[in-house]
């Protein structure tokens, strides 16, 4: 390589150094990056009720009374989200979950071979009465400990009620309805589970809004007599 290539290439390689830290302090100039001031992701959790309060949990509404007058063909049109773990028809074998054919009045873990949870066949002896059923479908895992059932729940009474309705009609001989008496006991049963839950927290969030109300009212106050308070 003669001296003249050789200046030539070492030029080069200068321009395109000099060329490459241009563009990199022009790039920092236009291109201001900065930290987010919160992740990507927001996570949702429950926020307290104030400062070492306990979390309120509610009960499932009561659904004895609805049972009587429930829509069963809604409560089929409901069953297609059971559909895809569960068959509905005498005799059908279990898919993800179990058979629900004669589900109400039947024990817990009621279908032979299927592998229950440990904390469904510890309630074998209890029977899916009712209020069992309305308690599980309205949130599975607190009503069932370390059940598979993997399901959110169904939140509005009239639901619940049609889909044990129909439930209810997939047997050779139906469960009675519930009595005026024991639709009467349900409601006292729910309305102690209510009151057991703790309460105080909420009242102090109502009372510290109040307090905030009356402070921000006071604030807002005009001047009396052209003075300042």
């Not at 569960?86 to 009621?110: D, M, Q, W």
């Not at 509005?156 to 209810?168: M, N, Q």
């Not at 309305?191 to 927290?201: G, M």
């Amino acid at each position: 390589m003669s001296g003249m290539e050789f200046n030539k290439l070492f030029a080069a390689i200068l321009v395109a150094g000099i060329l490459a830290m241009l563009a990199g302090f022009i790039s920092k100039k236009v291109v201001h990056v900065e930290d987010p001031h919160e992740n990507a992701f927001a996570i949702e959790v429950a926020e307290a009720a104030g400062s070492g309060a306990m979390a309120v949990e509610a009960v499932a509404e009561p659904i004895l009374a609805l049972l009587a007058t429930a829509d069963v063909a809604k409560g089929q049109s409901l069953s297609k989200v059971c559909a895809a773990c569960h068959t509905f028809n005498k005799g059908e074998p279990a898919r993800v979950g179990p058979n629900l054919y004669g589900i109400v009045g039947s024990k817990h873990a009621h279908m032979e071979g299927f592998a229950y949870s440990e904390g469904m066949k510890a309630l074998h002896d209890k029977s899916w009465d009712y209020a069992s059923l309305n308690a599980f479908l309205w949130n599975p895992k607190k009503a069932v400990s370390g059940t598979k059932m993997v399901f959110a729940g169904m939140k509005k009474p009239e639901d619940r009620a049609a889909l044990i309705a129909y439930l209810r009609s997939l047997s050779d001989s139906p469960a009675a309805l519930p009595s005026d008496a024991e639709i009467a006991a349900e409601a006292v049963v729910v309305e102690k589970e209510n009151a057991d839950i703790p309460q105080e927290p909420q009242q102090a969030v109502e009372k510290d809004k109040d307090a905030k109300a009356e402070e921000t009212k006071s604030e807002a106050k005009p001047a009396e007599n052209g003075k300042a308070e």
